[in-house]
């Protein structure tokens, strides 16, 4: 649009004011489309390098770590060693939110839980059901340690059990002095 194209007010006329907004609906439309579509492309197909283990046997209780980009899981740090959840409400499949400011729904640490923007639903750090609508706990997803690494498998979820507190715990021994 060139400066002829203006009324006698310096305003654009309706006509283009509709096609600029057009243009705008299908631009947006596209990204939306792109952001679905690599939601998809980016799920872990297989085991998820994490990292040396000793980095995470280091970290304070109540921590809470995300997984690598797609991976599509959080790392939490328990008394009893590490806990992976899957990012995925269990109700809805929308993403879980990590709040680390909000109250906390566990004894773990003052603050910090895990919300679903979908259905409000609430979780502690052991991927616990607290509050909403979600039929169950959060998936954990199966951890492992090979030769020093620790690895998630988002492929290979369990599903906890009403009283089981102890699945898919990667129990750490203290470091070596």
Known sequence: MSADEKNEFGQISRRD?????WANGVVRGAEAVERALGQTKKKAEGPVRLGPVERFRSLPVG????GPPGSRLYVVRIEKGLLALSTRCPGDGYPVARRPQDP?????APHGRF???????????HGRLRAGPAP???????????????WADPAALLVRTDGDETAGILPLESPAK
């Open 63 to 66: 921590t809470v770590q995300p």
């Open 17 to 21: 004011f509709l096609r600029l907004g």
């Open 115 to 125: 919300y679903c923007p979908a259905d409000a639903s609430i979780f502690d750090r």
């Open 136 to 150: 169950r706990d959060l998936d954990i997803v199966t951890l492992r340690v090979n030769e020093g690494i620790l």
């Open 104 to 108: 906390s729904e566990d004894s773990l």
